[in-house]
């Protein structure tokens, strides 16, 4: 209802001014003013990360106990000492982990940063056969990338951590793993060597660098763990 889209997991994604299974349920009524520091909205009012109170999430609560771990406003892992937040860290979460909104949270941000990143994308592309890829450097040379890449992605929404996938959950059918469906959230499905055709990165909806669309093959399968 109201607009909301259906996703491959029989749930709705509804549109930021709606709520509930269907997006039955308007978010001005149930959150009246909106949630902020990263709040949810849900039909019984806005449902607050830790340390953030009130009835828009707008209180922000001292660290609950001395030396004790909790969230910033960004949802990142800190220490409490003398009543403030120190030392976070980001978490990076298993995609199939993270929730609805997290995953949204990522894929609007990655698309909307993407002008800012192909510089890294060209420079994977140009090293492709330049020694990135031996085997002494694969792993430190990805890690660096994926690392630029987020840190790029947080000056945008400092909640737009970078997930992963632990294949070896789907080692036996890897490519009907869930974030290959085509619900806003997630990544869109095969495109047979063409376009991709579903999802947020299908035809249409995401240009990549090479200016024309972006292109899946899923074939074989991953080794077994």
């Not at 709705?12 to 001005?28: I, K, L, M, Y």
């Not at 019984?44 to 953030?52: E, K, M, S």
């Not at 910033?72 to 978490?91: A, F, K, P, Q, Y």
């Not at 997290?102 to 592309?125: C, M, N, P, V, W």
Request: proline letters at 7%.
């Amino acid at each position: 209802e109201n607009g909301g889209t259906c996703t491959g997991d029989n749930t709705c994604t509804c549109p930021p001014d709606f709520t509930g299974s269907q997006c039955q349920n308007s978010a001005s009524v149930s959150c009246p003013g909106g949630c902020q520091n990263g709040g949810t909205c849900t039909p019984t009012g806005c449902v607050c990360p830790p340390l953030f109170s009130g009835v828009n999430c707008e209180d922000r609560r001292e660290c609950p106990v001395e030396g004790a771990r909790a969230e910033n406003e960004c949802g990142h892992s800190c220490v409490c000492r003398n009543g403030r937040l120190v030392d976070c860290c980001r978490v990076r979460k298993e995609i199939h982990d993270m929730t609805q909104a997290e995953r949204q949270t990522f894929i609007d941000t990655y698309k909307a940063s993407y002008g800012d990143i192909t510089a890294l994308i060209e420079s994977h592309k140009n090293n492709f056969f330049n020694g990135i890829h031996n085997p002494g450097e694969f792993l430190p040379w990805h890690r660096w990338c994926i690392l630029a890449i987020e840190n790029i992605l947080l000056q945008r929404n400092c909640r737009a951590v970078m997930p992963y996938w632990d294949w070896t959950l789907h080692s036996s059918d890897p490519w009907n793993a869930p974030l290959w469906s085509d619900a806003s959230h997630y990544y869109g499905g095969d495109g047979g060597g063409s376009c991709v055709t579903t999802g947020p990165f299908r035809n249409g909806q995401f240009t990549p660098v090479s200016g024309t669309c972006l292109t899946r093959e899923f074939s074989g399968l991953t080794p077994t763990a």
